[in-house]
Nanobody
């Protein structure tokens, strides 16, 4: 069973920065695509972006997306850890941020979620 543990959330003023981390553990197989989602109160969970094992990133809605140019996803394969660097945070970025990972086991692909970390941006 793979466990994803997020950290780095907190309270920050508008315009500030935070870096979230998500470490995967317990996997006997390679951790492949990893990503970040977020869920604001009363809203559906939405994709922030993903990163492949080779470091190729994709952000929700591309160049016109709400996080493009402000958020950066990266990973350290040696540590099975994915990061979300968030700059110029806005109040509408307030949400619980969830880590997601795909593991390709001998029985096929399996998807895992972290428990979430709260990010609150004050105006």
């Amino acid at each position: 069973q793979v466990q994803l543990v997020e950290s780095g959330g907190g309270l920050v003023q508008s315009g500030g920065s935070l870096t979230l981390s998500c470490a995967a553990s317990g996997s006997q197989f390679s951790v492949n695509n990893m990503g970040w989602y977020r869920q604001a109160p009363g809203k559906r969970r939405e994709l922030v972006g993903t990163i492949t094992k080779d470091g190729i990133t994709t952000y929700a809605d591309g160049v016109k997306g709400p996080v493009k140019g402000r958020f950066t996803i990266s990973r350290d394969n040696a540590k099975d850890t994915v990061y979300l660097q968030m700059n110029n945070l806005l109040p509408e970025d307030t949400a619980t941020y969830f880590c997601n990972a795909w593991v390709y086991s001998s029985s096929g692909p399996r998807n895992f979620w972290g428990q979430g970390t709260q990010v609150t941006v004050s105006s």
